[in-house]
């Protein structure tokens, strides 16, 4: 169980919840979720729901999740208060894998909306292993970029002087570059600017990135998110298909232990609604 430390809106139906729990915190690498059980005794929702881990504080014991707002189970989770405790299971799932250490050159980060959640933790602990990166970061508009403040040294976030590492994308263009994040992907690889392109959000962009990704020759990850049940492995409810192999045979693999973090190559992102 883990107590609610914050559970705050940052943005229209954009919640920050940070809450205690010392194995989490101690545990969680860049990539990984938690699969949440909601309060009550009732079995509604039955389900738990899964939240990547956005920043583990092992220090501190605590972790912060970024989320939104789409259905009953996060209607109900932007209802808790400080001081409530929450059934939390993880972290689960595989994460990132980090940059050859070897490797000479700068990686990208490319988020879509909420996708930045877990890659501010990528972030943070990419600067910690001194590899210089690009944040590309898009959104429709600015009301509804959550997170930025949150990407180690954005300090005061959108309204910080722009940083050569950061770049803010809107469809609407009410702040940064006007267009797509891919555009922004595209122009920086164009220029030799990544060696590597870690990427989340909504699977057209993601779709899009792996295109990229195979059009510059640059390896690409991407945390896939379906829908799931258990969590661990044994439903198969988040099956995805496998991109096909030597022999052309069908496989899948399960989001929640194969990935929700996989290279693009391995994941047909084509068959992914
Ligand atoms: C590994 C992983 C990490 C995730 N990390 C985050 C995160 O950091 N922040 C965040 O806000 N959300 C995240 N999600 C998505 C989040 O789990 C769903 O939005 C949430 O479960 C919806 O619950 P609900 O009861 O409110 O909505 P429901 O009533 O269950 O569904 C409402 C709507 O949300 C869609 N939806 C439901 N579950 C998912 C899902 N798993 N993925 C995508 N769409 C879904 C449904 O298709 C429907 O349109 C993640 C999902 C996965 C698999
Ligand atoms: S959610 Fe059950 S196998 Fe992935």
């Known amino acids: 169980m883990a107590e609610v430390l914050e559970n705050c809106e940052i943005g229209p139906g954009c919640f920050r919840m940070r809450l205690a ?23 509604d929702p039955l389900l738990r729901r899964p939240f990547s881990v956005c920043l583990a ?17 996060t209607q109900m989770l932007a209802k808790i208060r400080p001081g409530d405790y929450l059934n939390v299971l993880g972290p689960l799932g595989r994460g990132f894998d980090m940059p050859p250490a070897d490797g000479k050159g700068d990686v990208a980060l490319v988020a879509g909306g909420l996708g930045i959640a877990p890659l501010i933790m990528l972030s943070r602990d990419l600067s910690r292993a001194g590899v210089g990166c690009s944040f ?67 699977v057209g962009m993601l779709r899009e990135v792996g295109r990229l990704g195979e059009a ?3 390896p690409v990850q991407v945390s896939l998110e379906e829908r799931m049940a258990c969590g661990l492995g044994a439903c198969l409810g988040c099956a995805v298909k496998a991109r096909p192999g030597r022999g052309g045979r069908e496989t899948y693999l399960r989001v929640c232990v194969d990935g929700p973090v996989f290279w693009a190559g391995e994941v047909d992102l084509d068959g992914i609604a």
């Open 21 to 43: 729990d010392a194995n989490v915190a101690r545990s969680a690498r860049p990539g990984q979720f938690v699969h949440v059980r909601l309060p009550g005794s009732s079995l």
């Open 57 to 73: 504080d092992p220090g501190e014991g605590t972790l912060l999740v970024l989320y939104q707002v789409v259905g009953r189970g």
């Open 136 to 202: 590309l970061v898009g959104g429709r508009s600015q009301d509804l970029l959550v997170g930025v403040d949150l990407v180690p040294c954005a300090g005061a976030g959108l309204a910080a002087t722009p940083r050569r590492d950061l770049q803010v994308v809107t469809e609407d263009g009410s702040i940064g570059r006007q267009g797509l994040v891919t555009d922004a992907l595209d122009d920086l690889l164009r220029d030799g600017g990544a060696r590597c392109v870690y990427a989340c959000g909504p």
């Open 216 to 218: 510059h020759r640059v």
